[in-house]
């Protein structure tokens, strides 16, 4: 079964994601910009396409870090002892 019809593989995938997303972001914090600086009174950085949906993984990491610690522990005790 594919991860987008098991819901706790969903689940796992996306936390996957949010970490990878986060950790990469820690390396080379310009990664998800696509190169674009700020441009004189402008006040945010227009981000769209996938570096967009990237960067906002990213930053539900850094704003939920203990969450997501937590909740990747808690995938980890179910992928390892309770799925069958």
């Known amino acids: 079964m594919t991860a987008i019809f098991d819901f706790s593989s969903l689940i796992t995938v996306l936390l ?4 990878t997303c986060t950790y ?4 080379r914090p310009t990664i998800f910009d696509g190169g674009k600086v ?7 950085l227009p981000r769209e396409g996938l570096s967009a949906f990237f960067w906002r ?9 203990p969450y997501i610690g937590a909740c990747c522990a808690i995938m980890v005790v179910h992928v390892l002892f309770l799925k069958t």
């Open 24 to 27: 990469i972001r820690e390396l």
């Open 38 to 44: 700020l441009e004189p009174g402008q006040r945010i």
């Open 16 to 19: 996957l994601l949010v970490c």
């Open 57 to 65: 993984c990213s930053r539900i990491g850094e704003r939920l870090s």
